[in-house]
């Protein structure tokens, strides 16, 4: 008898944990999503059914803008040193020489727009 209880009580205490956690994920998506359609979506699902939507906001419910913020800071960067070799090679003389075949690679850092889609 005393199995059964003690089964019971850790059974309880997981499924109020997932539930206090889908009720927190559920805030945080609300609060952080693209769209009022999003919001309105997470927050159903991980109010329904948190033992599922909650591996599925973890995986693509997240917001990545930091992600892609990070991905366009590292590109400008990659853009400044080139800008510096090239205009190494110019000053040498060496980039008159390569200038026909490097024309498709010359590209600017661009604002990181993009993210936002």
Same mark, same amino acid.
């Given at each position: 008898? /005393?199995?059964?209880?003690?089964?019971?009580?850790? +059974?309880?205490? !997981?499924?109020?944990?997932?539930?206090?956690?889908? @009720?927190? %994920?559920?805030?945080?998506?609300?609060?952080?999503?693209r769209t009022?359609?999003?919001?309105?979506?997470?927050?159903?699902? /991980?109010?329904?059914?948190?033992?599922?939507?909650? +591996?599925?906001? !973890?995986?693509?419910?997240?917001?990545?803008?930091? @992600?892609? %913020?990070?991905?366009?800071?590292?590109?400008?960067?990659?853009?400044?040193?080139?800008?510096?070799?090239?205009?190494?090679?110019?000053?040498?003389?060496?980039?008159?020489?390569?200038?026909?075949?490097?024309?498709?690679?010359?590209?600017?850092?661009?604002?990181?727009?993009?993210?936002?889609?």
């Amino acid at each position: 008898m /005393l199995n059964s209880d003690r089964a019971f009580m850790i +059974v309880s205490v !997981a499924v109020t944990l997932v539930e206090l956690l889908g @009720i927190l %994920t559920a805030v945080h998506a609300a609060m952080n999503a693209r769209t009022s359609r999003g919001a309105i979506a997470w927050g159903i699902s /991980l109010l329904t059914f948190p033992w599922i939507a909650l +591996v599925l906001y !973890a995986i693509i419910g997240r917001n990545k803008k930091i @992600i892609c %913020t990070d991905i366009v800071e590292r590109f400008k960067k990659v853009s400044e040193i080139g800008s510096k070799y090239t205009s190494l090679m110019a000053s040498t003389g060496f980039l008159n020489v390569l200038e026909p075949a490097l024309s498709p690679i010359y590209f600017s850092a661009g604002s990181g727009d993009n993210c936002n889609s």
